[in-house]
């Protein structure tokens, strides 16, 4: 059972969903989505962690280039869907 989201954070996510559109795949990293939200990173976690529970965001790997100049997969997210206020309004 997941708890449920307050205003803000839903506010937030919609933030998220209009401006996720950084790279084909639609997915941001934690820091990326800590800059764009204006936000620490582990503020970010947490939101995302309600996020993912909610099923409105979910997790993908994307390629990413190290100091050291090799290629990994770094965790991303992006919006499922868009998230929508219980209330109706």
């Given at each position: 059972m997941s708890a449920?989201?307050?205003?803000?954070?839903?506010q937030e996510l919609e933030k998220l969903h209009a401006n996720n559109q950084t790279r084909p795949t639609g997915a941001l990293t934690t820091n990326e989505l800590a800059e764009l939200c204006g936000r620490g990173p582990d503020w970010v976690r947490q939101m995302v962690?309600?996020?993912?529970t909610a099923g409105v965001m979910e997790m993908i790997f994307i390629?990413?280039?190290?100091?050291?100049?090799?290629?990994?997969k770094v965790p991303a997210y992006r919006m499922v869907k868009k998230p929508t206020n219980k209330k109706g309004k």
């Open positions: 449920p989201a307050n205003k803000s954070t839903e962690k309600k996020a993912l390629s990413a280039t190290t100091i050291a100049g090799r290629r990994t």
